[in-house]
């Protein structure tokens, strides 16, 4: 038994040093941030959202290529209906690999939300039932970013993530397209 607990312990902590190793300040670029805007799409239950969306990030390179990022965008819902405009904020953690001006990652994200969303349920009237969506939702979030003048580039990231649902819109995935300029800055 002894010996069994003192291998799991051995194996973290060459786990750890060799997380470590890859990511060492010394063997890394320097931390860069990335920002813009996205344009695309937010799909709620039945009914597609054009999203304006701000972002912004930060990641770390390694020389091997490894990307290390976190990645913030909040999708604003311009209003459709009398539920208003809404907000859907995705907040990422990724992975992947940068090199010869692309980086592509993917990881998982936490979505907070407050739309309007309308379900497949229609009343008396034949008019589809809507109601706003307020929570957390767990998912996943990838991006592709292709830079094609120094700091200058485009991105395009998707997600999807699961909602909590309401009275006229049950529990189910989501997604997220969207697509724009980007800008990086490096720290010198």
Request: proline share 6%; hydrophobic share 45%; net charge positive.
């Amino acid at each position: 038994m002894r010996e069994g607990k003192l291998d799991r312990i051995a194996s973290g902590a060459l786990a750890l040093l060799l997380v470590g190793r890859a990511i060492e300040p010394s063997r890394a670029h320097a931390l860069e941030v990335t920002g813009g805007v996205q344009l695309g799409g937010v799909i709620i239950g039945s009914s597609p959202r054009f999203s304006v969306s701000p972002h912004v990030g930060a990641s770390v390179t390694t020389e091997g290529g490894f990307l290390f990022a976190l990645r913030d965008i909040a999708s604003i819902l311009p209003a459709t209906d009398i539920h208003g405009a809404g907000i859907y904020n995705h907040t990422a953690l990724a992975i992947g690999y940068a090199g010869n001006g692309v980086r592509v990652s993917a990881g998982p994200s936490l979505a907070i939300y407050s739309v309007a969303a309308c379900g497949t349920l229609v009343n008396a009237n034949g008019k589809r039932l809507c109601s706003r969506l307020s929570g957390f939702s767990p998912g996943l979030h990838a991006q592709i970013e292709y830079y094609f003048l120094g700091p200058l580039g485009l991105s395009a990231s998707a997600s999807v993530d699961w909602l909590t649902g309401s009275d006229v819109l049950p529990p189910g995935p989501t997604a997220t397209i969207l697509v724009g300029p980007l800008i990086t800055w490096s720290p010198k």
